[in-house]
T-cell receptor
Framework: GQNIDQPTEMTATEGAIVQINCTYQ??????LFWYQQHAGEAPTFLSY??LDGLEEKGRFSSFLSRSKGYSYLLLKELQMKDSASYLC??????????WGAGTKLIIKP | TAGITQAPTSQILAAGRSMTLRCTQD?????MYWYRQDLGLGLRLIHY???????GKGEVPDGYSVSRANTDDFPLTLASAVPSQTSVYFC???????????FGPGTRLTVL
């Protein structure tokens, strides 16, 4: 079966750095997506990785290792507004997104 | 640009009643999707449409139907609602099935 694993919840301090991990087992691979979802709102697109390596976008970076079935989202200089759930999703061989349950990130002052 | 709109925002529905959730996008995206999101679970695909006039079943299609008469609209119908269909429903669209998906604001549905 297809499976996406990510931690249920993480806590970090304002101004710090946090890394949210995602491991996956899917039928084929056509890219990995990270989305941010604030409580009661829609998921919003953060990043896309299809090749191995690090993609940097401002305070957010995303890393992919296809051989290990592993990705992480790195958030730097954490702000209170970063408190949200972060969803990892893999596009499988049929170009359908398989979603993890999400990681709830709590930022403390 | 509005992007994707969904209606209603929330609804309480008696079991056995029918309901249509509406979804409209103004980005001229070819592909559209319906997901449900339940606590502790990832988003699950209900139905999708790769292009106007075509639809397909996702992971959890039972009890739901869709139509795609034109590019902009992708309504989701519950023919006879059951309490297990209580969920938050998100509509999404993408330029093609290989592209990034963009989400509407969601509909919170409670079936009693």
């Amino acid at each position: 079966g297809q499976n996406i694993d990510q931690p249920t919840e993480m806590t970090a301090t304002e101004g710090a750095i946090v890394q949210i991990n995602c491991t996956y087992q899917t039928s084929g691979f056509n890219g990995l997506f990270w989305y941010q979802q604030h409580a009661g709102e829609a998921p919003t697109f953060l990043s896309y990785n299809v090749l191995d390596g690090l993609e940097e976008k401002g305070r957010f970076s995303s890393f992919l290792s296809r051989s290990k079935g592993y990705s992480y989202l790195l958030l730097k200089e954490l702000q209170m507004k970063d408190s949200a759930s972060y969803l990892c999703a893999v596009m499988d061989s049929n170009y359908q997104l398989i979603w993890g349950a999400g990681t709830k990130l709590i930022i403390k002052p | 640009t509005a992007g994707i709109t969904q209606a209603p925002t929330s609804q309480i529905l008696a079991a056995g009643r029918s309901m249509t959730l509406r979804c409209t996008q103004d980005m001229r995206h070819n592909a559209m999707y319906w997901y449900r999101q339940d606590l502790g679970l990832g988003l699950r695909l209900i139905h999708y449409s790769n292009t106007a006039g075509t639809t397909g079943k996702g992971e959890v299609p039972d009890g739901y139907s869709v139509s795609r008469a034109n590019t902009d609209d992708f309504p989701l119908t519950l023919a006879s609602a059951v309490p297990s269909q209580t969920s938050v429903y998100f509509c999404a669209s993408s330029d093609s099935t290989r592209d990034t998906q963009y989400f509407g604001p969601g509909t919170r549905l409670t079936v009693l």
